[in-house]
Every structure is written in C-alpha cells, then in structure tokens.
C-alpha cells in the first residue's frame, strides 16, 4: 500500500544527545515536510523540501537537521542544541506541483521524549 | 498565507450533524480552505479542500460563503470515530511550494458524544 511511514514510534533518548527520526514514503512525493506538535497545541513547521537534495527551514528549524538524498526518505535529526525535543513529530509529503487543490499525506508520529 | 479563527471546541451528539465553523476574513482570492483532522495521537488526516462552491466528498461537505471570510465543515451523521482536533487552514492553491508553509493552529476539539 502507498503510504507515508515513520519509525519508531516511540522514542526514549537522555539529554544531551543526537537523536535521528525516520521519514518514508512511497507515494512519489516530491515534497516532504517535518512538524512538530506539542501538547495542546497546533503543529508548528520545522523542515521542508521540494525535492531531493534541497531544503529549507521552517519556523522553528533551531536545533535540527535534515537531509534529502533519497525522494523517499527525509530524516530528522533532533541535536543537543535542541531546548525542548520533548514532543510529538509529525512528518507529510504531497506533489510539489502549483496546481491547485493538493492534499498533504502525514505519518503516525513519532513521541520523543528526553529524559 | 490567511489566518483562521475556530472554536476551541464542540460537542456532538451522536447521529446528528456536526457543523465546524471557521472565519478566514482576510482570505485572498486564490486562496484555497482545507481541513484536516487529527485523532489523538495520530497524524493529521486530509477531509476536504474548496475554493469558491461548495463541496462534498464521502467523509463531509464544506460549505464556504459567498465573500469566502467563512466555511463550514458538516460531518452529516458525526459518530464516536469522528472524535477529533478539526483543523481549518488556508492557503494558495498546492500544499507546497517552497514559498508556502503550512501551518496549523489550534483548531477545534469536537467531542461526539453518546
């Protein structure tokens, strides 16, 4: 089935290290996107990309990285610069043509929490 | 891209209509509604988008005023299921677009209730 996955689900890290959230997608997408969604709260942009190879931040992109070799696949990597990785991330993709009307496809999440 | 203002919350009995409102007065002419809903702990998911009529698909129907500064997402017959966080976004025409960043706000908790 298409679909967009993330893994793990749940995710244990201590304070102070890198941690890496994956992001996979089989729907041809050329877009992906990294949000992150706090208790209560609505979903804040941290990453996107348009296509392979480029970029760009979001609104909260301080302390995180991504990185887009592959079409199907954009990894975050939640760093020790990060204040409050404590939350839940989300990651979507959609078609990165400008017609109109295009939907975007999330994953399941991904809880971290940093003890 | 618009700002949009919802309802924190609502409740819905069950069987009945669920009517989601959402003000998006400063909504440009190429800009699109959309509205996705998120089930507790789970990735939002995509319901419905329109622009100017009014449009219906198998899971509700958006119905958008003539100035386009409201819409109303109607879950005809809501059930427990339908339990969720609505979300009412704006923007112009694709989701992406490098210059178009969605963002979600708060949206509105809808509680079906028995």
Redesign the interface.
Known sequence: DGGITQSPKYLFRKEGQNVTLSCEQNLNHDAMYWYRQDPGQGLRLIYYSQIVNDFQKGDIAEGYSVSREKKESFPLTVTSAQKNPTAFYLCASSISDLRDGTEAFFGQGTRLTVV | DAKTTQPPSMDCAEGRAANLPCNHSTISGNE?V?WYRQIH??????II?G?KNNETNEMASLIITEDRKSSTLILPHATLRDTAVY?CIVRV??????YQ???????TKLQVIP
Do not use: D, E
């Open positions: 699109y959309y702990s789970q990735g939002p998911q995509y988008h622009l979300y025409g694709a989701f992406s677009g490098g960043k969605v963002t979600f706000g708060t949206g």
